[in-house]
C-alpha cells in the first residue's frame, strides 16, 4: 500500500489546498506523522485513512490504492436518529454508491425530507453517523422540496446568477436552459409573478446546471403540467452521477430508477433493486404498495 497510498497523500492534500499543518489539525495528529505518511515511514491507523477519505472526498480504494471503485461509495447513513416533537428517524442505514439511481419513497411525514436534508446537512441527527465521501460544495446539487428562490429577481437575472455562482456561465447556455425547461416566456418576469409549477421549474433548473456526483430531489414534479413532467423525466435520463429523489411520480418512476428504498415508521422498511422487482412482474407502485402496507 505504502508506495500509492503515499502518493495519492499528498496529491489529494494538494488538490485540496491543505498544508500538512492544516490537514494534520483536521486529523488530531502531528504535522510530522503527516509528513512521514507521505515519505512512507509510517503508516495512518484505519480510523485515520477513514477520516482521511472523508477530509479528502474521496473513497478508500482510491485513496489506498489509486483505483476507483466501480461501486464508489459517495454517502452512507449509520444509524441515524433524529426527534423532532416525536421520533422520525428511528435508526436508518443508508448507503449511497456511484451510479444509484434511488427513489426514496414514503407516506407523507414519513421522514424523506429529514434524511435528504440530514444528508445534505441542513438536519443534525440526534445520533448516528454521516459520513460523505465527496465535496459538497462541488459535488452535491440539491433541490429541496421548498423552492429556495430570490422573489426579486427575474427569470433570466436568476439563472444566470446561479449560473454564475456555480461557475457554468456563458449567455448561450443560460438561454438554452431557459428555453428547455419551457420558461422561454418568461425569462423577464420577475419570480414573485410566476405560478406555483412555473416556479417550480426555476428551482429545477437551477439545480441541474452543473454536473455532480450526487444529486438530490426533493419532490421534483410538484405543481408541475404533464408536458413539463415528461420533459424532466427525460432530461433527468441523461444525467449522470448518483441520483436521489423524493417522489410520489409513479407513473414515470419504473424506466428511470435503479434502485427503490421505503421508508417507514422511522426505519428503511425495504431497500431493492428495480430488476428484481420487475423480474416478479411487479411495477414500482405495485411493490410500494404492498410494501408500504
Ligand atoms: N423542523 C421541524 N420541526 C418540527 N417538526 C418537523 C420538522 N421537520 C420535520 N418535522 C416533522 O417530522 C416529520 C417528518 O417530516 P418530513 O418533512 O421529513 O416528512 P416527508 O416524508 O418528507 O413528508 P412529505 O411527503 O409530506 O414531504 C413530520 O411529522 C414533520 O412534522
Ligand atoms: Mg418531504
Given at each position: 500500500?505504502?508506495?500509492v497510498?503515499?502518493?495519492?497523500?499528498?496529491?489529494?492534500?494538494?488538490?485540496?489546498?491543505?498544508?500538512?499543518?492544516?490537514?494534520?489539525?483536521?486529523?488530531?495528529?502531528?504535522?510530522?506523522?503527516?509528513?512521514?505518511?507521505?515519505?512512507?515511514?509510517?503508516?495512518?491507523?484505519?480510523?485515520?485513512?477513514?477520516?482521511?477519505?472523508?477530509?479528502?472526498?474521496?473513497?478508500?480504494?482510491?485513496?489506498?490504492?489509486?483505483?476507483?471503485?466501480?461501486?464508489?461509495?459517495?454517502?452512507?447513513?449509520?444509524?441515524?436518529?433524529?426527534?423532532?416533537?416525536?421520533?422520525?428517524?428511528?435508526?436508518?442505514?443508508?448507503?449511497?454508491?456511484?451510479?444509484?439511481?434511488i427513489?426514496?419513497?414514503?407516506?407523507?411525514?414519513s421522514?424523506?425530507?429529514?434524511?435528504?436534508?440530514?444528508?445534505?446537512?441542513?438536519?443534525?441527527?440526534?445520533?448516528?453517523?454521516?459520513?460523505?465521501?465527496?465535496?459538497?460544495?462541488?459535488?452535491?446539487?440539491?433541490?429541496?422540496?421548498?423552492?429556495?428562490l430570490?422573489?426579486?429577481?427575474?427569470?433570466?437575472?436568476?439563472?444566470?446568477?446561479?449560473?454564475k455562482?456555480?461557475?457554468?456561465?456563458?449567455?448561450?447556455?443560460?438561454?438554452?436552459?431557459?428555453a428547455?425547461?419551457?420558461l422561454?416566456?418568461?425569462?423577464?418576469?420577475?419570480?414573485?409573478?410566476?405560478?406555483?409549477?412555473?416556479?417550480?421549474?426555476?428551482?429545477?433548473?437551477?439545480?441541474?446546471?452543473?454536473?455532480?456526483?450526487?444529486?438530490?430531489?426533493?419532490?421534483?414534479?410538484?405543481?408541475?403540467?404533464?408536458?413539463?413532467?415528461?420533459?424532466?423525466?427525460?432530461?433527468?435520463?441523461?444525467?449522470?452521477?448518483?441520483?436521489?429523489?423524493?417522489?410520489?411520480?409513479?407513473?414515470?418512476?419504473?424506466?428511470?430508477?435503479?434502485?427503490?428504498?421505503?421508508?417507514?415508521?422511522?426505519?428503511?422498511?425495504?431497500?431493492?433493486?428495480?430488476?428484481?422487482?420487475h423480474?416478479?412482474?411487479?411495477?414500482?407502485?405495485?411493490?410500494?404498495?404492498?410494501?408500504?402496507?
Amino acid at each position: 500500500m505504502k508506495n500509492v497510498f503515499r502518493s495519492q497523500l499528498s496529491s489529494l492534500r494538494q488538490k485540496k489546498n491543505l498544508s500538512q499543518e492544516a490537514l494534520a489539525q483536521k486529523l488530531y495528529v502531528s504535522r510530522q506523522s503527516i509528513s512521514k505518511w507521505e515519505h512512507g515511514d509510517s503508516e495512518p491507523d484505519i480510523a485515520k485513512l477513514i477520516s482521511l477519505s472523508e477530509i479528502l472526498a474521496v473513497n478508500l480504494d482510491f485513496l489506498i490504492s489509486g483505483q476507483q471503485s466501480h461501486d464508489d461509495l459517495i454517502v452512507q447513513l449509520q444509524h441515524i436518529s433524529k426527534k423532532f416533537k416525536q421520533a422520525v428517524l428511528k435508526d436508518i442505514n443508508l448507503t449511497v454508491y456511484g451510479r444509484d439511481r434511488i427513489a426514496l419513497l414514503g407516506a407523507n411525514g414519513s421522514g424523506k425530507t429529514t434524511i435528504v436534508n440530514t444528508i445534505v446537512g441542513l438536519v443534525t441527527p440526534d445520533s448516528g453517523k454521516v459520513s460523505r465521501f465527496l465535496d459538497p460544495h462541488e459535488d452535491l446539487s440539491v433541490l429541496t422540496q421548498e423552492n429556495m428562490l430570490i422573489e426579486s429577481l427575474q427569470v433570466q437575472e436568476h439563472v444566470m446568477l446561479s449560473a454564475k455562482i456555480q461557475n457554468q456561465f456563458s449567455p448561450a447556455f443560460v438561454t438554452e436552459m431557459i428555453a428547455k425547461f419551457g420558461l422561454g416566456e418568461q425569462a423577464r418576469v420577475t419570480i414573485s409573478q410566476l405560478s406555483g409549477g412555473q416556479r417550480r421549474k426555476v428551482a429545477l433548473l437551477i439545480s441541474l446546471l452543473k454536473p455532480s456526483k450526487l444529486l438530490i430531489l426533493d419532490e421534483p414534479t410538484v405543481g408541475m403540467d404533464l408536458e413539463s413532467i415528461d420533459f424532466f423525466w427525460h432530461y433527468l435520463d441523461h444525467v449522470g452521477g448518483s441520483v436521489m429523489t423524493i417522489t410520489h411520480d409513479f407513473n414515470q418512476i419504473d424506466q428511470y430508477f435503479t434502485r427503490v428504498v421505503l421508508l417507514k415508521d422511522g426505519v428503511i422498511a425495504a431497500d431493492e433493486s428495480v430488476a428484481t422487482i420487475h423480474s416478479n412482474n411487479q411495477t414500482i407502485e405495485q411493490w410500494y404498495r404492498l410494501a408500504n402496507q
